[in-house]
């Protein structure tokens, strides 16, 4: 099994660009998400889905939208890159209730 | 809200030494309590889990036990390995106005063994 599939690895951006952050799961999961890591300060999860068709806002969500019109992928578009979004990104899955979560291995984005 | 408090790293030990990494956490309701690891260049891995009080997790020599009565679940290992090296999160898991369980996470702890 691949797991948590995240693309790409690396990505510098200028303010304003726009891209999107790719995340796939091959293990059937309900439940995906996406978290950036800052130093200092963990994970904070930005937005969270339970399911293909829904979404929800997490704890930092502004500046980024998803969608989920499958339960295989969860992308993670941001709208207007800012330099305050330079950040280690990652995607998680997991079925829903008290599971463990799979990480992907992480997106590192720069804006310059 | 839930919130996760993580001792400060970071921690530099001998190879063999015992190691105690603290974490404490606030939260309503009956959260489950997790130590994620997350070793250089990858994401996070489960390393243990307590999903009521008085449950000890247990995985690679590591412990934590979930104590509900100061709200803690400190990580031990009795004799680390310099393949240890690795960032530590204390994570919970709980639901807010009855929405889908989240994980909140601690800050993160780098831990450093030296041969």
């Known amino acids: 099994n691949a797991g948590v599939t995240q693309t790409p690895k690396f990505q510098v951006l200028k303010t304003g660009q726009s891209m999107t952050l790719q995340c796939a799961q091959d293990?059937?999961?309900?439940?995906m998400s996406w978290y950036r890591q800052d130093p200092g300060m963990g994970l904070r999860l930005i937005h969270y889905?339970?399911?293909?068709?829904?979404?929800d806002q997490g704890e930092v969500p502004n500046g980024y939208n998803v969608s989920r019109s499958t339960t295989e992928d969860f992308p993670l578009r941001l709208l207007s890159a800012a330099p305050s979004q330079t950040s280690v990104y990652f995607c998680?899955?997991?079925?829903?209730?008290?599971?463990?979560?799979?990480f992907g291995q992480g997106t590192r984005l720069t804006v310059v | 809200g839930n919130s996760v408090t993580q001792m400060e790293g970071p921690v530099t030990l001998s190879e063999e030494a015992f190691l105690t990494i603290n974490c404490t956490y606030t939260?309503?309701?009956?959260?489950?309590l997790f130590w994620y690891v997350q070793y250089p260049g990858e994401g996070l891995q489960l390393l243990l889990k307590?999903?009521?009080?008085?449950d000890k997790g247990s995985n690679k020599g590591f412990e934590a036990t979930y104590r509900k009565e100061t709200t803690s679940f400190h990580l031990e290992k009795g004799s680390v390995q310099v393949s240890d090296s690795a960032v530590y999160f204390c994570?919970?898991?709980?639901?807010?106005?009855?929405?889908?369980?989240?994980?909140?996470f601690g800050s993160g702890t780098q831990l450093t063994v030296l041969p």
């Open positions: 998680a899955s997991r079925f829903t209730g008290v599971t463990e979560a799979f």
């Open positions: 293990m059937n999961h309900e439940y």
């Open positions: 889905s339970v399911g293909a068709g829904i979404t």
């Open positions: 939260a309503t309701g009956y959260p489950s």
């Open positions: 307590a999903t009521k009080a008085d």
């Open positions: 994570a919970l898991s709980a639901s807010l106005s009855g929405s889908a369980r989240q994980l909140t």
